[in-house]
């Protein structure tokens, strides 16, 4: 599975971006697909994931209720919307394929894509 990410950008605070990530690969829709984000000079942390069917899907705590994990199976793709957007949310976001097909913050993301930069300015 390849993955690449689009949608990053610069916007104020308060603001809205929509973050892509169209994946290759006939397995997609049998895995999860998560979304992950890295600050300069932090560890890399977990953001949402969603399992394979749409079903379910998970936050952080720190953007619950800001941003919302979506997929579209027919055409390869998971999308984060991001609301409400804060300083604090600027990081290189990275989207994910699952080893499995429910995902969640602990399971395995064995395929990455390279990131793309969101900036919030306050």
């Known amino acids: 599975v390849q993955l690449g990410e689009s949608g990053g950008g610069l916007v104020q605070a308060g603001g809205s971006l929509r973050l892509s990530c169209a994946a290759s690969?006939?397995?997609?829709?049998?895995?999860?697909m998560g979304w992950f984000r890295q600050a300069p000079g932090k560890e890399r942390e977990f953001v949402s994931a969603?399992?394979?069917?749409?079903?379910?899907?998970y936050y952080a705590d720190s953007v619950k209720g800001r941003f919302t994990i979506s997929r579209d199976n027919a055409k390869n793709s998971v999308y984060l919307q991001m609301n409400s957007l804060k300083p604090e949310d600027t990081a290189v976001y990275y989207c994910?394929?699952?080893?499995?097909?429910?995902?969640?913050?602990?399971?395995?993301?064995?395929?990455w894509g390279q990131g793309t930069q969101v900036t919030v300015s306050s």
């Open positions: 969603i399992s394979w069917s749409g079903g379910s899907t």
């Open positions: 690969g006939r397995t997609f829709s049998n895995r999860a």
């Open positions: 994910a394929a699952a080893t499995t097909m429910r995902g969640g913050p602990t399971t395995r993301y064995e395929y």
